[in-house]
């Protein structure tokens, strides 16, 4: 069974800092990992999406890599802002029909 | 291109009631996914359907149940609410199947029971 782990759970740093968020799967046979953004409230809006045979994936200020044989993506922000607060949640698109998300990262960044 | 459209974006509703919740998917986008989304967690997947077929299930008992039309929208079903069903439903479309696409998420359904 597909576990998506996230480290960690909330997180605050002073504006223009570069940070770097955590997820983890338990079962590497994935089709592809996403990244969202979740504000307060609100539905989710993807950020990177990166295939199962891809390393990384940057937009922007974003990037994000994918380790598939260790279970592992990270996603990196640089000059962060405040308008970045937000929960960053990691998703895993399995072989089968599901997409399993992990709780997220509450991140404020303060100006 | 239009994204995902939910209605309504809030409800409120007793407990044993029924409820319903609507989603259009994006243009191109056949294959339709709900979740459940509760206070401070990641969502939780309830169902996924393609081609009108439901195509897989989550951990939720049959009193959730959804509908697929012809044009690809959807619908959530939720018999009997139970106060744990207040959450944040959230509605995704993806291209195909099983193919390498990623979701496009609504906005959602935020549903209180009182």
């Known amino acids: 069974k597909q576990e998506v782990t996230q480290i960690p759970a909330a997180l605050s740093v002073p504006e223009g800092e570069n940070l770097v968020l955590n997820c983890s799967f338990t079962d590497s046979a994935i ?3 996403q990244w969202f953004r979740q504000d307060p409230g609100k539905g989710l809006t993807s950020l990177l999406l990166i295939q199962s045979s891809q390393r990384e994936q940057t937009s922007g200020r974003l990037n994000a890599s994918l380790d598939k044989s260790s279970g592992r993506s990270t996603l990196y922000i640089a000059a962060s802002q405040p308008g970045d607060s937000a929960t960053y949640l990691c998703a895993v698109r399995d072989g089968g029909f599901k997409t399993i998300f992990g709780a997220g990262t509450r991140l404020f960044v303060k100006a | 291109e239009t994204g995902v459209t939910q209605s309504p974006t809030h409800l409120i509703k ?6 319903t919740l609507r989603c259009s998917s994006q243009s191109g ?3 339709v996914s709900w979740y459940q ?3 401070g967690q990641g969502p939780q997947f309830i169902f996924q359907y393609y081609r009108e077929e439901e195509n897989g299930r989550g951990n939720f008992p049959p009193r959730f149940s959804g509908l697929q039309f012809p044009n690809y929208s959807s619908e959530l ?3 009997a ?3 744990d069903d207040s959450a944040l439903y959230l509605c995704a ?4 199947l099983q193919g390498n696409y990623g979701y496009t998420f609504g906005s959602g359904t935020r549903l209180t029971v009182v």
């Open chain 2, 93 to 96: 479309s993806s291209q195909e």
């Open chain 1, 31 to 33: 089709y592809n990992l």
């Open chain 2, 37 to 39: 989304q509760a206070l």
């Open chain 2, 29 to 31: 986008h056949n294959t």
């Open chain 2, 77 to 79: 079903n939720v018999n």
């Open chain 2, 14 to 19: 007793t407990r044993g009631q029924q409820v």
């Open chain 2, 81 to 83: 609410l139970e106060l």
